[in-house]
DNA sequence: GCTCTACTGTTTATGGCATACACGATATTG
DNA sequence: CAATATCGTGTATGCCATAAACAGTAGAGC
């Protein structure tokens, strides 16, 4: 029923009665030391010590600006996400606009990869992420589809853009951990895959390996795109089946 | 280079040379007791320590068994997924295999939900990832796609029944902690987004609050077929273009 | 001006966690 | 039978989130 405090604090519901001494921090400062901590070492090394350490304070004075670690990691998310571009541009149609959406997003996402492990704790509340609901709905206006199809499908968009960048944090974690450029992580992978795999029991899998699929570096970006179109084609199926208004 | 020792003993690649007293645990029995406490208490439960006491044995034991708690929480994400079913079936073309092969992941993975908030370490390695990877790639013979497209396809598919199950696991999570239904969380995320935006800013979702979009309960079969039509539909066009073999 | 009071950042304490290490018990191998 | 590798355990370390008690600060009301 109620909102969380970070989400209070975040839509700026919360009243500061300046009664007691001036405060030394504000949330954007912690806010951007732990992206600080996060990029430097990881989602495993943002702790409110590490973080705390980072500002020069007492681990505890962070929390006269968040009620919890879950909290924080709430108006990390939103940090990441950052408000989104003014979406559609002028000569956009929907299909341009939502890929422009989704490829935003994912720019948006990948200066901070690390922060895709954070767990969801529910549909995003956060201001930012409000308004690039608004933006990916404002894209779909005119498409003829109905509020809930419209939400269905920038949640389809949404997840797919999660998932693929959230595959690059592994392999940059993986560079981090093992000084192992994302080449080499790869090919490693199927390395193992044939040791692991034979003929007999897996042929499909030794196609793959045949046609040296994990030899190929960087193939990030035509994933993505590939993905993207995909899922723009079977959007066009839909709203090509619907009378535009 | 190396695999990691998890990784090797699912694969029983690891030889026990039987020569001190004889282990009162297995692997199975540890990983079905780490099931127990998450599926009762959620992932964040799931602890060396509670997994321990649940076997009535000294947390130190299960060290005998696994390399590190990384290690098991692998183990997990491979049991939770199972062997896949035998795909495609007889009659099936590929889009009816993919199909299966998307449905079929989300009812294994929806008997423990709460495993998807384990962070993925890189591409699956394990025993049961490797058999739906091979399962899915001959779903997706005689499409004419290439070995990179093949794969592309499947991840996509994958990643939006990961996340579509994820989000399930956030109601869930809410349902616990919060002794509220389903209905009621969604309900609750529909009147907290009416209060803190108006109608100027965010037209769009103001539209979609009068739809009383988040007022309709269990639309989660109904979100997961949407999306899984959309992806088919997109690869659909793709296959349409190519020769078929 | 002065006092009251809400608020500040800090210190200290608690309980949980993963895991390194050393120990005595055990069962197979020579 | 003796040697040895492996078993399960108890103890200890260091990190974590966070509750509670405390002294200093600055605005509100007189």
Redesign the pocket.
């Known amino acids: 029923m109620e909102v969380p405090e970070s989400v209070e604090i975040a839509w700026g519901l919360r009243e500061r ?9 504000s949330l954007e400062h912690i806010v951007e030391a732990a992206l600080r901590v996060g990029s430097a070492e990881g989602l495993a ?1 943002v ?4 973080i705390a350490a980072e500002l020069d ?5 962070l ?2 600006y968040v009620s ?3 909290d924080l990691l709430m108006l990390i998310t939103d940090a990441v996400l950052g408000p989104p571009p003014p979406l559609p541009e002028p000569g956009d149609d929907w299909r341009q606009g939502v890929h422009r959406w989704g490829a935003a997003m994912r720019v948006a996402l990948q200066r901070h990869p690390w922060s895709l492990r954070i767990p969801i704790t529910g549909p995003g509340i956060m201001p930012n992420h409000v308004a690039w609901l608004e933006a990916g709905l404002r894209c779909l206006r005119g498409t003829g589809l109905d509020a809930d199809t419209k939400l269905a499908a920038l949640l389809l968009v949404n997840g797919f853009v999660r998932t693929e960048v959230a595959l690059l944090a592994d392999l940059q974690d993986a560079h981090r951990t093992s000084q192992v450029t994302d080449e080499e992580a790869l090919s490693g992978y199927g390395r193992s895959l044939a040791r692991l795999t034979d003929a007999q029991r897996f042929p499909e899998i030794h196609e793959l390996l045949e046609a040296r699929v994990f030899d190929k570096p960087g193939g990030e970006d035509d994933e993505f795109a590939f993905g993207m179109e995909r899922i723009l084609d079977g959007l066009t199926v839909l709203v090509a089946q619907k009378p535009p208004t």
């Open positions: 009665p300046g009664k007691g001494p001036k405060r030394s921090l090394a702790s409110m010590s590490k304070v007492s681990t505890m004075a929390y006269r919890s670690k879950g």
